[in-house]
């Protein structure tokens, strides 16, 4: 995932965001639940804080360990990322930058 996949109201530094604060009690009005992908010890105080809006959170990761242990069939080639990579932005700046070449 990239930072220009990210909407930029949600790139703010700014706690008090009138946009971020709106879209947080969107959110928060529509879902169930959230699921995250992390566990426990490794978050916990982010988790706690996210708890206090939303009671109903699950944590099921790390999901790249339970990718290790799925048969080795057309499901394991899934993943887990829901964004599809992008190389060709890369690719095409590499190409069109010069190379310094050093003796």
Not at 31 to 57: G, K, Q, Y
Not at 63 to 74: F, T
Not at 78 to 98: E, P, Q
């Amino acid at each position: 995932m990239r930072l220009m996949d990210v909407p930029s109201f949600i790139r703010t530094t700014d706690p008090n965001d009138v946009m971020l604060h709106f879209v947080g009690k969107e959110v928060h009005n529509c879902l169930p639940a959230i699921i995250f992908n992390t566990f426990d010890d490794l978050e916990r105080e982010v988790l706690d804080e996210i708890m206090l809006m939303s009671p109903n959170i699950y944590m099921i990761g790390p999901l790249s360990v339970l990718g290790q242990h799925l048969p080795k069939n057309k499901v394991k080639n899934l993943g887990t990322n829901l964004w599809k990579d992008d190389f060709d932005c890369c690719s095409g700046w590499i190409n069109r930058v010069s190379v310094p070449f050093y003796t």
